[in-house]
């Protein structure tokens, strides 16, 4: 799972709802501290595993001039009303990037 919320709700939101031994990707940054039970951390054996935000503008400008491909490592595009076999289609070996097409 990953919380990119941007709010502390949300990180209580994603930790009332991971299932036992699961993983959170903690993208949000929060400004204020956050109070929330380790206990449910610890009895699930929940992994919260930070990940840092980097420089966007060099990013989008290597993008932007195609300096980067992205499509080699795209496996495939699932329209939004697929999402569930989008996710478990993303687990399998292999697999490098999944898309959801929120037009579809």
Known sequence: MV???????????ALNII????IMVCKSTFHEMLNFNIA?????????????????APALRLLKNN????????SDIFPFSESVAAFE???QKGVLKVLLDFQK
């Open 3 to 13: 919380e990119a919320s941007g709010s502390p709700n949300g990180f209580d939101t």
């Open 19 to 22: 299932k036992p031994r699961g």
């Open 40 to 56: 449910k951390i610890i009895i699930d054996e929940i992994t919260l595993v930070g990940s840092r935000c980097g420089l966007f």
């Open 67 to 74: 300096k980067i491909l992205v499509e080699p490592i795209i």
């Open 89 to 91: 289609y993303a687990q």
